[in-house]
């Protein structure tokens, strides 16, 4: 029976795992974007009183409200604010998207921070003006510094894509609910559901480890 059950419910399951890993990838790549560049403003060498304020301002806000909370709000509040609908799938990119740069910013604060100073210097000396330090010298050495911390944080996001299920993102979580919901047959289904989320998170976690062996990055 169990295996009948699973064999008849797994192309819903892969469907609802695509679409956890769709939420994920958009979400970490608006995060990435926007973290960096918060965190690179957020640095000790490139800091201003104005942007310290607006960007811890907002991480503090952000880090200390339930990720659960902001989904609530990007979905039924925004619309209101801006006059335009979301559907389930836009609003829950676009929390967990927010959600994510918040933290990605103070990873790379960190690792922008823990460069010595003598880096700055010596690519000053050499000619180069702060953007070039940036992005011939910095970041490179950034990115290796927090490539750990930047995988916890995408392997935390793909499990956390399933509280959208509660605006009715069609995602894994949401999939299994409603099967178990209609088979009655909760352990074999969440087992299965909980397998696919290993897979996802322990493919980051080779990929990350993989890159950092190779020394891609």
């Avoid at 192309?11 to 890993?21: E, K, N």
């Avoid at 998207?97 to 100073?117: L, W």
């Avoid at 409603?178 to 909980?194: G, K, S, W």
Wanted: hydrophobic content about 50%.
């Amino acid at each position: 029976m169990e295996g009948s059950l699973l064999i008849k419910s797994l192309p819903l399951l892969l469907q609802g795992a695509l679409t956890t890993i769709q939420i994920a990838v958009y979400s970490i790549a608006i995060g990435l974007c926007g973290g960096i560049l918060m965190g690179v403003l957020n640095s000790t060498k490139m800091q201003n009183s104005f942007s310290t304020i607006v960007i811890n301002g907002f991480v503090w806000i952000i880090r200390g409200t339930p990720l659960f909370v902001q989904v609530l709000i990007i979905y039924y509040g925004l619309p209101e604010m801006i006059g335009v609908a979301l559907t389930p799938f836009t609003a829950g990119v676009i929390a967990l998207s927010i959600n994510s740069t918040a933290y990605i910013s103070e990873i790379v604060r960190g690792g922008i921070n823990a460069i010595p100073e003598g880096q700055w210097e010596a690519a000053y000396v050499i000619g180069l003006n702060p953007g070039q330090t940036l992005k011939g010298i910095i970041l490179p050495q950034m990115l290796r510094i927090s490539l750990p911390s930047i995988t916890n944080e995408l392997t935390s996001l793909i499990k956390e894509t399933s509280i959208l299920m509660v605006i009715g993102v069609a995602e894994l979580t949401k999939v299994s609910k409603d099967i178990v919901a209609r088979e009655l047959d909760p352990l074999t289904i969440y087992l299965a559901t909980a397998a696919l989320y290993l897979v996802m998170t322990g493919s980051i976690s080779l990929f990350a480890q993989y890159i950092n062996k190779e020394k891609v990055l």
